[in-house]
Structures are given as structure tokens and as C-alpha cells.
């Protein structure tokens, strides 16, 4: 698979998540993504695009200003 952005190629990574909810900042460390070599665009699959979204949704209800979780103990 390469890049839809600029067809550079993609290696697997573990990247920061952020979301920006205007009241909080979550941050998810560690989460496994494709990256592009060239351009830095990231890449999830679906299963851990809808963990990712799980997470957030779980991580709203705080009223921290910021939250940071690591994406492995956070997937159950």
C-alpha cells in the first residue's frame, strides 16, 4: 500500500493520537499506525480506528484538562 497523499511508501509505526475537544486534549501514545516515509501522513486500520474511537468516547466523560493514555492498556 502506499500513500493516498503523495504515493510515498508506508511503514508500520507507533505513533500520539490527539483530539483536541475544545475542553480537554486526549492523547493516546503508542498507537500502531502507517506512516509515510516522505510526506509523514498516517495511516490506521479499522480495527484500530474504532479503538481509537472507543477510547475517546470513554476518555470524554472526564473533566481533566488533558488525558494521556497508552493505547495498549486502554484496548480490551
Known sequence: MNC???KGE???????????LKETIIII????AKVCKQCGEQYFDDEIAENIERIVNK???????????????NVA
Open 29 to 32: 501514545k503508542s498507537v500502531p
Open 10 to 20: 508506508l511503514e508500520e509505526k507507533r505513533v500520539n493520537y490527539i483530539v483536541d
Open 59 to 73: 476518555l470524554k466523560q472526564l473533566s481533566a484538562e488533558v488525558t494521556i493514555v497508552n493505547y495498549k492498556e
Open 4 to 6: 493516498f497523499m503523495c
